[in-house]
């Protein structure tokens, strides 16, 4: 799964609807998604060009922690996203 590269799913868009939060919604199937701090930081990172591994490096160098907690945690919210669409394969 390191190898992967994603995408923003086609009919997502996302909201700042207060300082602190950022909500994502689908389009087509007219789901909201409210996203947490470490979703936000993730998916401001789905270009479509960057794969897993340097995900995990540009957060592990803005957060400085422990990079194998921020790879399951990517990998983890990726999978996640996957499965409801917010994030496609590129």
């Not at 803005?62 to 907690?69: G, K, L, N, T």
């Amino acid at each position: 799964m390191n190898n992967l590269i994603y995408r923003m799913g086609e009919n997502i868009v996302f909201r700042n609807t207060r300082p602190d939060l950022v909500m994502a919604f689908d389009k087509g199937s007219g789901v909201m998604y409210e996203l947490n701090d470490t979703a936000t930081s993730v998916l401001k990172l789905i270009d479509g060009h960057r794969d897993i591994d340097s995900i995990v490096t540009a957060l592990t160098e803005e957060f400085e922690a422990d990079p194998e907690q921020i790879r399951a945690d990517v990998v983890h919210l990726l999978q996640r996203f996957a499965e409801v669409s917010l994030v496609v394969p590129a």
